[in-house]
């Protein structure tokens, strides 16, 4: 077989085989709290692979993923509380009671379907991010104009959800834990592994998904929106609909994540919306190392992790230390770590504390312990 | 008529808060094209300024009769407290990402975090000694011939202004939390400002009742916007700030030096947030999230109003003040009952204030597809504009 010929290959394939045995063994190894934990953070790795594709590769800063995040949440939760919605007076979910409304409002509807509920999570989402984003792309709004505009575009989906009491039970949430799928309740243990298992497997196609994107010209023209998009409109290409599309497929990524990140967190509302939620999720890409897919993906699992630790221990510190990390990833760090780490910035570092030694020459000759030239 | 007059006061009074919140931000924004998050958290600094003055005024005998002044007193305190917080901000951070208007916007969000925690956990009476300790370090270099302050003489000179300056910040800190008890543990609970008595009721006029705190703020923000207009037109610093927004390498060449222009813009525009924090205090209790509910309509305001330009940010501040007011408080449907149906029907979903911001934002969204630069868009020739 031609393809495990070189040695790269090989390594590969170990590292894949060891990533899926350890998501297969993960339910026994880890205490059921931790893994439904670690199943939260993997789903928001998604969302951090389309703030990647948008920021990173495109550079359009968006502070508004939370809407979208929030809609695949939204549209799991609610077929999640219309399949278990029988036992309750006029067949309708419980909270409804406490508002007086005893018809379903019409968008619910819909929701009945399991089928449209599996591709709304994804399509809905898009096509509002594919429809805001052509407004904002269409006028040439760009830079911090677009953030600003995506945030304020997020105070207006929260204001809107955190006040329709009636409509989606406005600042309470839906809750989803104790709703029923397939005759489990969906905070069960079982339920929670297999959702463990979903996310982690759907990391992984979006991550070939996101790869596939980049990879060719298309990836080459949004590159080239990020380096200098005069340049692009001029060579005769329209950014307009490239911004769009990829606005839009990240909003679709973000849908899901939303979606498995409710399923798991035992709950959907507003506060999925809020400012500093979405801009949580630039910081993941950044620590990560933008424009780097698998940075995206370690910098959400692992920033996460470690604020579930920290806040833990010293409740106060996170939020300084978070803080700080924004500030050193900007000034210190432009390229995240993985970036650093691709461009060098290890054989630096040990080079810098004295443990590797280089000689002054160009290319760049590293010594042996005897001093003498490697060849 | 004097239901349209009742609403146009509580527009401008909404307005008028808007404004001293946005102004600072507009300058910071439009001349250094800066993307201060943390505006809103100096705008907090400020608030917390104000509450506590008010608790020295009370506390402290000598300065017991002229209570009823503290308001006055503290606006220059907030100008000066978050104006010196800004310029450590300016010449720690943000020097370095100058050009870069998206990093600016991520390093102020952790700026802004730390702040927020910051007046959590740490006792209010070692904060303010803090920033004395803050202040004299940063200022007093200022006042000290630059002979003495140049070769290794120099460097002991600066090195002594800053123990000095820690030290006196220690004691100010040890002083305030042996004086005022409150101000002695860290708490993140609201606090309240209290209003002198003088500023409490209303005047009568023609029938109806303006709130005399809604007036003070309306004053307060003319007063701001006055002095802010003179100093960029008038003064030969404020001269020199234009110039350096119309063309830095030009102005460094003729000897502008653009490094102070800098520490100035940010330290007024900070200073600035800091009265806005006055008259935020006034309104409502004081947190440390008081001021994320101002800074994305500060920057809605900077961008409808046109980047760079006082008399949109002025325009824009109001018309979203009356419009919130006619929307939010459901006064359209009390001027104009008779309304075709369909119509009425949107305006009374919409009659909440936080449905109001969803409508307003909307709108603006709306204006922007007609004009994508704002009321008042900046001239160029660039191809990126």
Redesign the interface.
């Known amino acids: 077989m031609s393809i495990f010929s070189t040695k790269k290959s090989w390594i590969n394939l170990t590292i894949w085989v060891l990533i899926i045995a350890l998501i297969i063994a993960a339910p026994s190894l880890l205490p059921v709290f931790r893994l439904n934990l670690l199943g939260r953070y993997l789903s928001l790795a998604i969302v951090a692979l389309g703030v990647d594709l948008i920021w990173g590769f495109t550079g359009m800063?968006s502070l508004g993923q939370g809407i979208f995040f929030a809609l695949g949440g939204y549209c799991a939760a609610m077929f999640l509380q219309l399949n278990s919605a029988g036992e309750f007076p006029n067949g309708i979910p419980e909270f409804f009671g406490l508002y007086g409304v005893e018809k379903l409002p019409f968008f619910w509807e819909p929701f009945k379907s399991s089928i449209f509920t599996l591709i709304s999570i994804w399509l809905l989402p898009a096509i509002i991010a594919g429809l805001l984003g052509y407004?904002v792309f269409?006028?040439?709004?760009k830079?911090?104009?677009f953030?600003?505009?995506t945030?304020?575009?997020l105070?207006?989906f929260f204001?809107?959800f955190?006040?329709q009491q009636k409509l989606i039970n406005g600042t309470n949430g839906l809750k989803t834990d104790v709703t029923q799928l397939f005759g489990q309740m969906v905070g069960s243990e079982i339920m929670q592994r297999w959702f463990f298992w979903i996310s982690a497997i759907l990391v992984i196609l979006a991550w070939f998904f996101a790869r596939w994107i980049v990879r060719d010209r298309f990836g080459n023209i949004l590159i080239g929106i990020r380096d200098d998009e005069?340049r692009v409109r001029f060579t005769g290409y329209n950014p307009v609909m490239f911004k769009t599309i990829i606005f839009s497929i990240a909003g679709g990524l973000a849908g899901i994540s939303g979606a498995l990140y409710t399923v798991q967190s035992g709950i959907v509302s507003p506060q999925f919306m809020t400012?500093p939620f979405s801009?949580e999720m630039?910081?993941w890409v950044?620590v990560g190392g933008r424009g780097t897919l698998l940075g995206a993906i370690l910098g959400a699992v692992l920033i996460n992790y470690a604020k579930s630790l920290v806040s833990e221990a010293l409740p106060?510190s996170w939020?300084?230390i978070?803080?700080?990390?924004?500030?050193l990833?900007?000034?210190a760090l432009?390229e995240g770590v993985l970036g650093w780490i691709r461009k060098g910035g290890l054989k630096k570092l040990l080079f810098l504390i004295g443990i590797n030694k280089k000689l002054e020459t160009y290319p760049s000759l590293e010594v042996n312990e005897q001093g003498e030239v490697k060849s | 008529m004097q239901l349209l007059l009742e609403s146009l006061f509580n527009g401008v009074a909404i307005g008028s808060v808007l404004l001293v919140a946005a102004l600072g931000l507009a300058i910071v924004f439009g001349l250094m094209g800066v993307i201060n998050l943390a505006h809103g958290e100096l705008m907090m600094l400020g608030a917390y300024s104000t509450y506590i003055t008010q608790l020295i005024f009370k506390q402290v005998s000598f300065l017991k009769p002229f209570y009823d002044s503290y308001v006055i007193v503290a606006i220059g305190i907030a100008f000066l407290v978050s104006g010196t917080v800004g310029i450590l901000l300016e010449r720690t951070v943000i020097r370095r990402l100058y050009g870069s208007p998206l990093e600016t916007l991520l390093a102020t969000w952790g700026v802004s975090l730390i702040l927020q925690q910051f007046v959590r956990s740490v006792p209010l009476a070692y904060a303010s000694g803090l920033v004395i300790a803050l202040f004299f370090g940063l200022f007093s270099p200022l006042f000290i011939s630059d002979d003495l302050l140049s070769g290794a003489k120099g460097k002991l000179i600066r090195a002594s202004i800053w123990g000095f300056s820690a030290l006196l910040g220690v004691a100010t800190g040890g002083i305030l939390s042996s004086l005022v008890s409150k101000l002695s543990r860290a708490s993140a609970r609201n606090v309240d400002v209290t209003a002198p008595s003088w500023m409490r009721g209303g005047i009568d006029f023609v029938g109806i009742t303006f709130p005399k705190t809604r007036l003070l703020i309306i004053l307060i923000t003319l007063i701001s916007v006055l002095v802010v207009i003179f100093f960029l037109d008038k003064t030969a610093w404020g001269i020199r700030i234009r110039a350096v927004t119309q063309n830095r390498p030009m102005s460094d060449c003729l000897g502008i030096s653009t490094e102070t222009v800098d520490i100035i813009t940010f330290g007024i525009g900070s200073g600035l947030a800091g009265v806005a924090g006055v008259a935020v205090s006034l309104l409502g209790s004081v947190g440390p999230n008081v001021g994320g509910n101002y800074i994305v309509g500060c920057f809605m305001v900077v961008v409808l109003g046109g980047v760079g330009n006082l008399l949109g940010t002025i325009l824009a501040s109001f018309s979203i003040g009356i419009m919130t007011d006619l929307i939010g408080a459901g006064r359209l449907l009390t001027i104009w009952p008779d309304m075709p149906s369909p119509i009425y029907s949107t305006i009374d979903f919409f009659a909440t204030t936080s449905m109001a911001r969803v409508m307003i934002f909307a709108l603006i969204v709306i204006f922007l597809q007609f004009r994508p630069t704002g009321m008042f868009p900046q001239k160029g020739r660039m191809v990126e504009s």
């Open positions: 800063l407004l269409r006028n040439r709004i830079g911090v104009y953030s600003i505009l945030q304020a575009a105070l207006v204001n809107f955190n006040g005069a400012v801009i630039v910081i950044a106060a939020m300084f978070q803080g700080g990390l924004f500030i990833v900007v000034t432009p």
